[in-house]
């Protein structure tokens, strides 16, 4: 048995070469993840983080979880105010300041809805996936992205 790492230096070469030759191209799944990454790099420059303020599923004394079948959420960030009931038909919310804009969902595989907000504020999405989901609102020039949450 040949003692590793080789003492030849010119050995250890050839056999770092061949495993590196070996070692196939790097799968899609790890790509994706990279460059979602890599994305974040300048997320404080292009969004405000919306912090959850309100969640429903707890009770406010002990955080035990409710039996409730509509749940509602609301999140705070900079001046923007989002506030969601999530129900099995799907999700409604209102966005204050009501100056129109676009409300978008997203998981880790990317966006499942988006809406536009009416003049009132108000908007609806389809039924959240399981997992964790952020929902990105653009009202008044603001751009605000929820804590991920899990909705369902």
């Known amino acids: 048995m040949e003692p590793w790492p080789p003492v030849d230096d010119d050995r250890l070469t050839v056999e770092l070469g061949a495993a590196l030759w070996n070692a196939g191209g790097v799968p899609e799944e790890y790509l994706t993840a990279a460059r979602a990454a890599f994305a974040w790099r300048t997320v404080d ?9 309100f969640d429903s599923a707890y009770e406010p004394v002990g955080q035990t979880r409710s039996g ?3 749940r509602t959420l609301s999140f705070r960030g900079g001046p923007i105010v989002l506030e969601i009931e ?3 038909a799907g999700v ?3 966005l ?7 409300v978008s969902a997203r998981t880790a595989d990317g966006t499942y809805d988006e809406t536009s ?4 504020g108000l908007f609806s999405l389809g039924v959240p996936p399981p997992g964790p989901v952020q929902l990105l609102a653009e009202a008044g020039g603001f751009t605000v992205a929820t804590d991920w949450v899990c909705l369902r």
Request: some cysteine; proline content about 3%; aromatic content about 0%.
């Open 68 to 70: 409730a079948s509509v």
């Open 86 to 88: 999530v129900s099995a």
């Open 45 to 53: 420059a292009e969004l405000t983080l919306a912090e959850l303020t």
């Open 117 to 120: 907000v009416d003049a009132v």
């Open 92 to 94: 409604v919310g209102q």
């Open 96 to 102: 204050c300041p009501a100056e129109g804009g676009r």
